[in-house]
């Protein structure tokens, strides 16, 4: 058996995602094992993170400037809005290096299941920035779930007042699957075979 305080670290990191009771007691372990090297790295991040990190006001992003890196960089298309459910959506888009747009993080999807309505969500911020008239195509990279669909749907029906292109990624993303979980690839053929909706 372990202490208290061993037990509440597992307890801690077994509710992060993905991560379940026997992935955190390994994590766990492996902290104590290098508990001279690694664990003060760690924690000074982890510091660093709580202290400096912050939501970006216009995207929703997380970055240690405010408005984030991404909303700032000017060289940027300033007309292009990709719509996504989360942060992580995001950095997998980062990720493949195409994508040279702007984002807006919805925050999650709608889910009667889970109660989760657009009052929940971080909407109507984006419809604040597409009535500046700057932004010209809408992409909506959103789950190939239920719930993804039907929040496309949903900005759909808002979106059509709007004289602006309308976009989502191209079919052959898995459904079910979510873009965090997508290969380089698999993000870049489905991007760039965006069509219009």
Not at 2 to 8: F, N
Not at 166 to 187: N, R, W
């Amino acid at each position: 058996m372990q202490g208290k305080e061993i037990d509440r670290l597992i307890k801690l990191i077994a509710k992060l995602p993905a991560l379940g009771t026997r992935s955190a007691r390994r994590i766990v372990l492996q902290l104590l094992k290098k508990k001279e090297t690694i664990l003060p790295e760690l924690i000074a991040a982890m510091q660093d993170m709580s202290d400096n990190v912050q939501k970006c006001p216009v995207c929703g992003n997380f970055d240690t400037c405010s408005p984030c890196s991404v909303c700032s960089d000017l060289s940027r298309e300033a007309e292009v809005l990709c719509v996504v459910q989360d942060v992580a959506d995001l950095w997998a888009m980062e990720r493949v290096g195409i994508y040279k747009g702007q984002y807006h993080i919805l925050g999650g999807i709608l889910s009667a299941l889970d109660g989760v309505t657009p009052e929940d969500l971080n909407i109507e911020s984006m419809f604040e920035r597409l009535q500046k008239g700057i932004i010209k195509e809408v992409i909506l990279a959103l789950p190939a779930t239920i719930d993804g669909q039907i929040t496309a749907h949903y900005l759909l029906s808002r979106l059509k007042d709007f004289p602006i292109k309308i976009t989502t990624l191209a079919q052959g993303i898995p459904v079910g699957a979510e873009l965090d979980y997508m290969d380089d690839g698999t993000i870049q053929m489905a991007l760039n075979a965006r069509k219009e909706i």
